[in-house]
């Protein structure tokens, strides 16, 4: 077995999800399989090879350039607040955080 | 099918040119071919009708006052419901952003419009473009226009059956693990996943940064060429948007192929593909041969390792992409008695079971004692499978394999088996770790009159050579109409 229950459930906690005793589960039986699966990464002999993280630099494209850090106008708060669930500009409001 | 008249970039051009139509009763054609087809596939989620029609407005007051058009003035196009929009509702296909409305446009939407295009809505695709079946959306599968039993392939199997259906002229897709090819394979039209970096990401919800992709659907390969000629180029909001002069496609895509080197990797012809297209894709490259072209015999050894490199890979970036989604500043909020329990309930009831299944893969191999095991690993042998390319590209111009080991499958046949699912990305995933074009085009179909898709890949930046070949190739089977 890769992953056991108490991990599945320790994981859900790392990612913030809220998962039904059903899902959890599903999620180990389905996690073990495709992790052993993953487990044929382990044939290779990885010692000597550098890790990618990118592919433009695996391909020496010319190099991307951040753009020049000019002040601009960014008048879009209206706009971003519209589109949360609860707000009171110039707030996004979310249950309470400190406890007296 | 029923038959409707196909349009093309092309033909649309000559139409507007010729005053037979205007924008504006282009547009209207396609809203109502979509309002007699979409009910039963389910491409479309969204219409954006006011934006569509303004759009086409502006493209017949120019030609009226006589001015240039721009190389896509009034073309009818779709663009996957995982890139932004403004004004139009985007939601990933996901009870999460159910109701989300941008408020800016991705580059490539804006590119599409500045050149004239009509964007007739949003498509229907895998919730945030994590699947290989279109199955998985929120919002209900997508089904195959060739056979309505069948998938139409995935992630963005909206867009794909919305061009095979001509419910539009071109559509956006995104690719992270083949979901631009696979579909557009499964559909039967050409599919193009170009370069990382030759088109902007800005405004793309983000699945996995170092994967994404945003490229176009067509019906002829000529097609592809306009949509990719528009979207590509340097974009000063993303910073991963390369510099990278682009080149004049139309005139590169003349060019003989002959001589061309076509690399056939064996590790793409082994085990586990159905006949038929096995068939299928040697048949084409027989044509491909005719037509001047040389085989070159190549192995790509790490070709085995890329569905489990890119589960690891792709599914860690989207553990930390998909943290945004927390019920404070845009979609879904289920409220909790603390912060904590908001979130959690808010994640626990907007994530589908699929994109729950990658956030806790991701998190497990970032996680504390995992890290290195996996998810460095990983790294590294994406690193071994882009070698592979390098490798065969010192021998061959193009590489020629099956899009996908099978045509499409039936709705429901593979949802309880994520694995089994997995695997029909083996073909086209590696291209996405090593960065590199594709393009997915027809090549037959089965017995069963389901399409088939041939793949060519190029090296970074190369798009011109995989059209210059795609093209002939297209030329020599009269696919193109």
Sequence with gaps: MKISREEVMHVAELAHLELTEAEVERLRTQLDDILSYIDKLKELDVS?????????????????????????????????LEQAPHAKAPYFRVPKVIER | MSAVKKWTVFSVRAALDAKTISARELTAEFYSRIEKRNPELNAYLTLSPERAYAQADRVDAMRASGKPLPPLAGVPVAIKDVISTRGIRTTCASRMLEDYVPPFDATAVARLE???????????????????????????????????????????????AAVAAQLAVGALGTDTGGSIRQPGALCGVPAMMPTYGRVSRYGLIAFASSLDRIGPFATTVSDIAAFLAVISGRDENDSTSASVPVPGFFAEMQKPVEGMRIGIPAEYFGEGMDPEVRQKVEDGIEVLKKLGCRTVNLSM?????????????????????????????????????????MYENTRGRGFGTEVKRRIMLGTYALSSGYYDAYYLRAQKVRSLITRDFTEAFKKADVIVTPTSPSPAFRIGERIDDPLAM????????????????????????????????????????????????????????????
Excluded: W
């Design chain 1, 48 to 80: 000597r090879v550098e890790p990618m993280a990118q592919a433009l630099e695996a391909h020496s494209a010319p190099e991307t350039t951040l753009r020049d850090d000019i002040v601009r106008t960014c008048d879009v708060s209206k706009a971003i």
């Design chain 2, 301 to 341: 050894p790490h070709t085995d390792y890329a569905i489990a490199t890119y589960y690891i890979v792709a599914n860690a970036e989207a553990s930390s992409n998909l943290a945004r989604f927390d019920g404070v500043r845009y979609g879904l909020r289920v409220d909790g008695s603390s912060l904590r329990e």
């Design chain 2, 114 to 160: 500045d050149a004239g295009a009509v964007i007739l809505g949003k498509t229907n695709c895998d919730e945030f473009a994590m699947g290989s079946s279109n199955e998985n959306s929120a919002f209900g599968p997508v089904r195959n226009p060739v056979a309505l039993d069948r998938v139409p392939g995935g992630s963005s199997g909206g867009s794909a």
């Design chain 2, 422 to 481: 997995y695997l029909s990305d083996i073909y086209t995933v590696t291209g996405d770790l090593a960065g590199v074009p594709a393009i997915s085009i027809p090549c037959g179909v089965t017995s069963d009159r389901l399409p088939i898709g041939l793949q060519i890949f190029a090296p970074a930046f190369m798009e011109a050579r995989i059209l210059q070949l795609a093209r002939a190739f297209e030329g020599a089977t009269g696919d193109s109409s």
